[in-house]
Nanobody
Framework: QVQLVESGGGSVQAGGSLRLSCAAS????????MAWFRQAPGKEREGVAS???????RYADFAKDRFTISQDRAKVTLYLQMNSLKPEDTGMYYC????????????????WGQGTQVTVSS
């Protein structure tokens, strides 16, 4: 089991930036990919971006050109740099890890953090 703890959320105005972090611990040796998901009130959880072994990344269309996913060299900290934030980016952001896939599908991910809130005001 992998334990994940997110941080870095907060409240910003539209056009601002935030950098989310996710600290991983436990059985990280079996991790194939890590990802960020988000969930707005009343909506389903959706994938934002993932990064897999070798550094290949995937992004949801809304995240391309604005968000960047990365990891530290030890692969124990996951980041999400979010620029040009919009009010529709508001939601709870979750870090997740998978032992099998980097596709942005919630069912592919085995471990989840508790989430960090991002609020973007207009």
């Amino acid at each position: 089991q992998v334990q994940l703890v997110e941080s870095g959320g907060g409240s910003v105005q539209a056009g601002g930036s935030l950098r989310l972090s996710c600290a991983a611990s436990g059985n990280t040796y079996s991790t194939y990919s890590m990802a960020w998901f988000r969930q707005a009130p009343g909506k389903e959880r959706e994938g934002v971006a993932s990064i897999r072994d070798g550094g290949r990344t995937r992004y949801a269309d809304f995240a391309k050109d604005r968000f960047t996913i990365s990891q530290d060299r030890a692969k124990v900290t996951l980041y999400l740099q979010m620029n040009s934030l919009k009010p529709e980016d508001t939601g709870m952001y979750y870090c997740a890890s998978s032992t099998s896939s980097s596709l942005l599908v919630t069912a592919n991910y085995n471990s989840w953090g508790q989430g960090t809130q991002v609020t973007v005001s207009s």
